[in-house]
């Protein structure tokens, strides 16, 4: 072998094998649903920030804020709007807001950042109003979306920041908010907005820079034999306290306060008597910081103890682009606060504060627990009636020691690439009887996640781009009733329907989707979400029940000998691999042949070349593999250069057309081959030669570093990415192409079938499409590599 094709196989090996290591760990969707404009999308110009958003299926609109408007939209179809109401600032405020160093056209707006239901017509609603937070009523009556003017203080109901992140939630007639609640965001409030208000201790032990992400509300008094109280939970990420260590660093936490808590008498007045919070854990595959929770969703149940939270992670470090997701028991986070240890502050020699597991005896009633049976039988009714040692316990000690671990042991889901940002689930009955929770999980780059996870195996469905433009989405809302998601970003809102079942045509395409909302319905021949009696659905990937696919028909195509040919194969799947064949032989990438993720490069046609090609995809399912010929090509021998002068173009793709199931008339791309006193000479293949070998030994060189960079987890595949997702944007159609034989122009296309990232189904030609998202080119493997051998015989060239 000669030192060009050794030098790049050990290049592409030892990449292959770097690669390959680091994202053993990571999900790939199976299919990748490009933009389309079937979507429904809702905007308005010169009106910005669409990230609030209430879902009022009884009045049949979802109510959406934006910066300084209200929207009333049609619950089914929300491009159509029914109402609208404008909520703008005063000169006067945008003035004020402006003395104080804020930008008038950015930060001294109205962005709405509270809407709540309040009864069968009213809303709660509340806006930044230029760093003056404030609330006000509005109805939606008679199609009419109104303001009430009853405006009163949203200081501490709604940030003064309207980029900084809160929360807050409405249960019964009491407003709880997690947020800042003075001007320069230095002072967080975890508040309860009643006749009876309740508020945090102002201590780095309660709330240290804390980014609230989400609230909810869990009755877990109903049929509690301790007779326990109801609970509000709080995901927050804040400073650590209880690491050393000489930087700041944040960690994700949960919280909880009862909903009856009414405070203490003496100690902790007007205060939370119930305020504890735990860290929470989910580990990353490679080595990093903790990573920080962006969003929570609360998957509830008839039996609360069975309830879910579902939340999205992403890594603090810039070194990392793995997010993840993670689930949490209701029942696990409550054992921990009523039953775990706490930590507690010492003194060490250094003069400063370490925190450690507390040892000592933990006063009665428990620290922070509700007013539940153990409490009656003290005579204790209230929190007021707590004993002053109690409450000092828990004013100095509101952290537990133990952090709360995932439901599986570790995260359902780690994706690589562009950061998931948003996330709702969906609870789905499949026709085995059994309930699976679907995922919806949005990006940063404005594609939707669908994934769920099977007896521990994850599973990404499929990706869907939400927006023509990559916008990250900023708030995902779900209507299980409708079976309808809505998202929110920057610049618009877009609603999608949960499932698209008729995106798969065939039975085969239908269950290896293992999609739980669609099944094969064999009276209509259909993929369908309301399927009938008779319905074909294998959530394991079964396709045994289908019907036998019709054989693929052979495309023709005329061979011209001294050509280069290329012949696509656009694979029905990411997790797909190709496989061709040649008169019943397997094909390799050698001197004669390039097979490469979209299709097959055959250098040089000759004679001995024609004949019938098919190109199969193979899929693992399980511990199943699933074979299929996605198309055949028959090259037949040009009779003549009489008749190959006769024959155009636009006739081939034409007869090539009636022979091809279910795709685009192939066309050649180029009908001029080069003839044999234009190629190459001699020197000018040396040359060629030479650069290439450099080249390969620069490759060479570098290998090593980057795979020091994969080891200790600083490499990014999105470093990759850049080249493929500006190439994804003009796709090319799938054409048979004749390529003239000019070595020089020779490019290499990419890998044969091992992705190391994301892959894609939606190949054409020399495009390598990806998900938008940070990915790199495929290199190509060892096998594919040979290819490069044939540019060492001069008579080839």
């Known amino acids: ?139 939606f009556a008679n199609g009419q979306l109104r303001l009430e003017g009853k405006q009163e203080e949203g200081k501490g109901k709604c940030p003064f920041d309207p980029f900084q992140r809160y929360s807050s939630l409405m249960v019964g007639n009491d407003l709880y908010s997690a947020t800042s609640i003075n001007f320069l965001g230095s002072e967080p409030v975890v508040l309860r907005s009643s006749n009876l208000a309740l508020r945090t201790e102002f201590k780095s032990s309660w709330l240290s820079e804390p980014n609230f992400v989400y609230m909810d509300f869990v009755d877990e008094s109903f049929e509690s034999p301790e007779g326990d109280d109801d609970k509000v939970y709080l995901f927050f990420s804040e400073n650590a306290m209880e690491y050393d260590f000489y930087s700041k660093v944040a960690v994700s936490r949960v919280a909880r306060v009862c909903k009856g808590d009414m405070g203490g008498q003496r100690t902790l007045q007007r205060k939370w008597t119930s305020f504890l919070k735990a860290r929470l854990d989910c580990s990353l595959p490679e080595p990093s910081l903790p990573p920080i929770v962006q969003d929570v969703f609360l998957l509830k149940h008839k039996d609360w103890r069975k309830s879910v939270f579902y939340a999205v992670f992403t890594p603090q470090s810039s070194l990392s682009q793995a997010s993840a997701v993670c689930s ?87 994706k690589r690439g562009a950061l998931l940002t948003r996330i709702v689930v969906d609870s789905v ?176 046609a000759s004679e001995s070349d024609s004949g019938m090609y098919a190109c199969d995809s193979i899929e693992q399912i399980n511990s199943r593999t699933y074979n299929q010929t996605v198309v055949i090509y028959n090259l037949k021998l040009t009779p003549g250069p009489a008749d190959e002068d006769n024959s155009s173009p636009d006739k081939e793709g034409e007869n090539s057309a009636n022979h091809r199931p279910n795709t685009a008339a192939p066309e050649p791309v180029s009908d001029n081959p080069l003839a044999p006193e234009n190629r190459s000479s001699t020197s000018r293949l040396m040359t060629l030669q030479v650069t290439v070998a450099l080249l390969s030994l620069v490759c060479f060189s570098l290998t090593g570093v980057i795979c020091w960079m994969c080891i200790h987890g600083q490499w990014k595949c999105s470093k990759f990415a850049k080249s493929s997702s500006q190439i994804e944007e003009q796709r090319q159609s799938v054409e048979y192409m004749h390529i003239p034989n000019r070595t020089s122009d020779i490019k290499l296309l990419g890998a044969e079938s ?40 001069e008579s080839e060239i």
């Open 429 to 604: 009955l499949a026709l085995d009887g059994n309930r699976y929770d679907v995922m919806f999980i949005g990006t940063e780059n404005g594609y939707i996640q669908k994934a769920v996870n099977y007896a521990g195996e994850m599973f990404i469905i499929e990706e869907i781009q939400l927006f023509e433009n990559p916008e990250s989405i900023s708030i995902l809302r779900l209507s299980s009733s409708k079976g309808l998601l809505y998202a929110g970003s920057e610049f618009g809102a877009v609603q999608m329907p949960v499932s698209n079942c008729s995106r798969y045509e065939s039975c085969v395409d239908c269950v290896l989707a293992r999609d739980p909302y669609c099944a094969w319905d064999s009276s209509t021949e259909q993929c369908s979400s309301a399927p009938s009696d008779n319905a074909v659905q294998s959530l394991e990937g079964d396709v045994i029940r289908c019907p036998l696919p019709d054989p693929v028909s052979a495309v023709d195509f005329t061979l011209v000998p001294g050509n280069n040919i290329q012949l696509p194969c656009q694979l029905p799947s990411n997790l797909a691999r190709v496989h061709w064949r040649f008169s019943h032989q397997t094909l390799h990438s050698n001197n004669k042949y390039y097979i490469y993720s979209g299709g097959l490069l055959l250098f040089n």
């Open 1 to 139: 072998m000669s030192l060009l094709p050794a030098l790049s196989v050990v290049c592409a090996l030892v990449l292959h094998v770097c690669f390959g290591a680091v994202d053993a760990h990571y999900s790939v969707p199976r299919k990748t649903v490009p933009y389309h404009h079937e979507l429904k999308l809702f905007r308005e110009e010169g009106i910005f920030n669409y990230s609030t958003m209430l879902v009022r299926d009884d009045l049949g609109v979802l109510l959406l804020g934006a910066r300084e408007a209200i929207y009333a939209l049609d619950i089914n179809n929300i491009s159509v709007r029914k109402a609208e109401v404008y909520w703008r600032v005063t000169e006067e405020k945008q003035r004020e807001c402006t003395y104080k160093g804020k930008q008038a056209e950015v930060e001294c707006r109205n962005y709405i950042r509270t809407l709540h239901r309040v009864n069968d017509t009213t809303m709660y609603v509340c806006g930044t109003n230029a760093f003056s937070p404030t609330c006000d009523y509005m109805t």
């Open 328 to 414: 949490y028991s209701v029942s696990a986070i409550r054992d921990i606060f009523n039953e775990g240890k706490f930590k507690t502050p010492v003194a060490v020699e250094t003069s400063h504060v370490k925190w450690v597991m507390y040892t000592g005896e933990v006063p009665v009633p428990r620290p922070g627990a509700c007013i539940n049976n153990v409490a009656h039988k003290l005579g204790m009714n209230r929190s007021l009636d707590l004993p002053d040692k109690t409450l000092q316990f828990i004013r100095d000690r509101p952290l537990m020691d133990e952090a709360v671990r995932p439901l599986t042991g570790g995260p359902l889901l780690v």
């Open 754 to 793: 091992e992705r190391p990232c994301s892959a894609n189904n939606n190949h054409s030609g020399v495009d390598f499409k990806r998900n938008g998202g940070h990915h790199f080119t495929p290199m190509a493997n060892i096998s594919s590599l040979d290819g490069l051998g044939y540019i060492n015989d």
